[in-house]
């Protein structure tokens, strides 16, 4: 398992705009399929966005199409997955992690199954 370190959480007004990363000092995120998911209380852990190992293969969960936006990043030969949040909405607010998995070269998941390592999680809250 990976050790997964995800940040860029905070306060934000609804409208406002925030970027989350995900990074790993173990190994390069380039090996692995990597997703975000958010879980808000008294709710079930949902998949928000995903991208293949390739970079080739994105998917996401219909309530953010449009506002969100999950890319890789190559800074200093490692690897760093960033989600863009942008027109963020009340119902945004949540604990989002990463987390990493191993799906073959052009595909991702949204389903927690699909993946073996987490973040500790990072707090996104959208409020006026």
């Known amino acids: 398992q990976l050790q997964l370190v995800d940040s860029g959480g905070g306060l934000v007004q609804p409208g406002g705009s925030l970027s989350l990363s995900c990074a790993t000092s173990s190994r390069s995120l380039n090996d692995y399929t990597i997703a975000w998911f958010r879980q808000a209380p008294g709710k079930e852990r949902e998949g928000v966005a995903c991208i293949s190992r390739s970079g080739r293969a994105t998917k996401y969960v219909h309530s953010v199409k449009g506002r969100f936006t999950i890319s890789k990043d190559k800074p200093k030969n490692t690897v760093t997955v960033y989600l863009q949040m942008n027109s963020l909405k009340s119902e945004d607010t949540a604990l989002y992690y990463c987390?990493?998995?191993?799906?073959?070269?052009?595909?991702?998941?949204?389903?927690?199954?699909?993946?073996?390592?987490w973040g500790q999680g990072t707090q996104v809250t959208v409020s006026s």
């Open positions: 987390a990493a998995g191993f799906l073959s070269w052009d595909r991702c998941s949204l389903e927690p199954v699909d993946f073996d390592s």
